[in-house]
């Protein structure tokens, strides 16, 4: 998969493990102050949901760029997979990175229209052919900005 997703002209920015960042999602998003992941994190069900996939065992393997054990808080309790969310604090890569189930997740709790237009986002970069990253990159772009 192309690690570049442009969603109205802002790139979500993508951590070593493959999380994508929230922060860059709620700019997208256009940025209220309602909808900071801040807000979603505290939400009860978002905790459950989060506390779901730390009992599944985190990211699992086949979604990671690395399979290096890594939970948030560096706490290594379960040595099976990624923490589903990480907060950089200070820094260039500053945010909350969080797997695809919980982008999915945020992005319903903002809007039906904001979550299909990442829905088509991540089909159109897990469809395109993986021939020049480049060329995918820009048909993904292009698509993006039409919606």
């Not at 997208?28 to 900071?36: H, L, P, T």
């Not at 730390?54 to 990211?59: D, H, L, V, Y």
């Not at 939970?71 to 990480?86: E, K, M, R």
Request: glycine letters at 10%; proline letters at 4%.
């Amino acid at each position: 998969m192309n690690n570049l997703m442009v969603i109205d002209g802002i790139e979500v920015r993508r951590d070593v493990h493959g999380r994508y960042c929230l922060n860059d999602l709620h700019r997208a998003a256009g940025g209220e102050q309602k909808y900071r992941p801040k807000y979603w994190l505290d939400n009860k069900q978002t905790r459950e949901l989060i506390e779901q996939l730390f009992t599944e065992g985190g990211i699992p393997p086949s979604e990671q760029n690395q399979s290096v054990s890594f939970f948030q808080g560096g706490s290594d309790t379960q040595n099976l997979g990624i923490a589903p969310v990480n907060t950089v604090r200070g820094g260039a890569e500053q945010g909350t990175y969080v797997c695809k189930e919980l982008v999915f997740a945020y992005v319903m709790w903002i809007s039906p229209s904001f979550h299909l237009k990442v829905i088509r986002t991540f089909d159109r970069i897990t469809s395109a052919p993986q021939t020049s990253s480049g060329m995918a990159a820009d048909k993904m772009q292009a698509g993006v900005i039409l919606l």
